[in-house]
């Protein structure tokens, strides 16, 4: 009983991790359907600002805080920049975000020597239930998590900015027609994106240490809890990701952890194969 | 996905100047670049063992190998538009297929481990075709990336976890090759014989690809579905020139398994297969001889800036990489390529077809 009840703790806490990492892919994926191929390393990079503030002597909180703010801006220059030439061509956007993952990636690779990187956890010790003991961090993690997504979920279903990007994704020319500045709306969602994976980033860099290739791990999971959750909604990629998150949690306690991790992804490659609308076919935000 | 427009992929007016007799004539009357471009590579690739050193020609061959597999990646992007991220997988399995026959069987003899790794490359595509492209639903480009991406990945990992496939570490010291009871070493002769090697599977890539399979192949990666009205078989045309591709990447995979007398992890997974898309967009997808010049610049350009540059020389390659993209999306070919040419004719020679039409 014990060990199910720390197995559900895990299992919740990673699936949290999943969460959060996809949300941002998932939000650019279906609200501009632009497959960003460097989502893997804004997570990273919000990692990196939150070990640099760290290393500075000031406190980790304080990094964590200035992580999506970094990269949401990075994410603002650089759509201005590259990325919206690429909304006529999404499969050359798939391309070009790569490369710019790719500098990303050799950047930071070269900014940390190619060494293992910790940071210490702001919140550390545990929580003691009866006999059971949970990382707090852990637990910090899922209850930010939990936070984030509503607040996401709310922003684009009841504010007047997430009525302007639903309608620019609806229908990009009624929309500039009514006066909205789709252009603009596309900045602002990637660069929203970017800091959700900013602050993905700073969350777990405790958990998982700070390496150059922590970025293509979970660029992978993440697309393809996109791909089984379906694109275009918001609930989708949400779904894939709980799901994807506790088949990764969970099937290491059945089988060897390599299995494991290789068997997640070719079972959601199936899935997605025969199911390629998704868990969820749909599109827009439910209210 | 339609593709109409998307600048890294030539724009289909090409293929009507090529059925257009006044336009093609018109065409035909200029100097063409492309042979004259093809031959000068190849007697600058013949008489460079003779002019460089050693350990430079032994640097050679490998680019030569890479070439080779960088045709490969080209043909499933740039003739049919197949986004293939894990094309190291079949590079990769090749490659630990012949390095396990040479360490286990004592198979080194070039006759065997050659076929054996096509082989190996070429069902190993056909497999992951026959899952990925085929079935009753077309499969988006995004799947098709995302689930051979994936493929990579899980056969690093899986290799990584093997201890039979000797784990981290790969499997070392792989005998040399034989033909006959002649061992072929690193140096001028292993050079030429991949060169030979190149020439062949260009010329047979070439040959391909200028039929009407590849013009077949052209109109898939233009209009999907307006092939599919005229009645080809769309995913059984990407199937088959998926497994072409594979049965290569083996090749390419085996001669670089012996020329380097190791294999290891990084072969199967996504550090390869961004290598070979990076040679192929900076060269010019779309052409043969873009995905050869493209290897051989990235790979010269690393050679002798890596040494100076090492930690920062990654980085410019992603620079120069987006730079391409974004501004010279055909690669750097285009530079000396026309639009035209770059596609060229297909099909019987026009000559002949003027001939026969009256």
Redesign the interface.
Known sequence: MDTLLIAMFEILSFGAIVVLVVLGLGIIASMMGI?NFAQGEFVLLGAYVTYLVHSVGLPVPLGMLAAPVVVGALGFVLEKL?VR?FY?????A???T???G??IR??V??LTGGLYLSVPEPISGSITIGSLHFATWRGVIVIITLLVMAASHALLAYTSFGLRVRASLENPSLARASGISTGMIYSLTFAFGAALAGLAGALIVPVFSLFADLG?RFL?QG??AV?VGGVGSFAGPVAGASVIGTFSAWLPWLM?P??A??LV??LA?IF??FR?QGLVSGRGVNR | ?S?T????QPPSRVIEAARSPVMASAFAGRTKVLPILELALLIAASIAPLLLRDYITVYATRVLILCLFALSFDLVWGYAGI?SLGQSLFFGMAGYGVALLSRDFGVGSIFAVLPAGTLIGFVAALLLAG??LL?R?P?????V???T??GA??AD??A??SHYLGGQNGIPSIQPMTIGSHELSEGPGFYYLVLAILVLIYLLSRFLLRSQFGLALAGLRENEQRIAFFGYKVQHLKAIIFAISGAIAGTAGSLYAFHEGFVWTNMLG?VMS?QV?LYV?FGGSGTLIGAVIGTAIVEGLSFWLSDNYR??W??I???L??LV??FR?LGLISLVLGERERVGSFGPSLKEKRNAAP
């Open positions: 497959f590259v030439r006529a061509a999404p499969i050359v798939m391309l070009g790569y490369a710019l790719l500098i050799e950047a690779r070269g293509i992978i697309f393809v791909m060897s390599v299995i991790d290789v992804f070719v490659i997605i194969k390629p | 996905m593709s427009g998307t600048g890294i986004l899952f990925l079935g639903h499969s988006s480009v995004v799947f990336s995302l689930g991406l994936t990945y899980a990992r899986l990584r976890g996504v961004t898309v967009l930690d920062i990654p980085i390659l992603g620079v990489l987006l993209i974004l999306p």
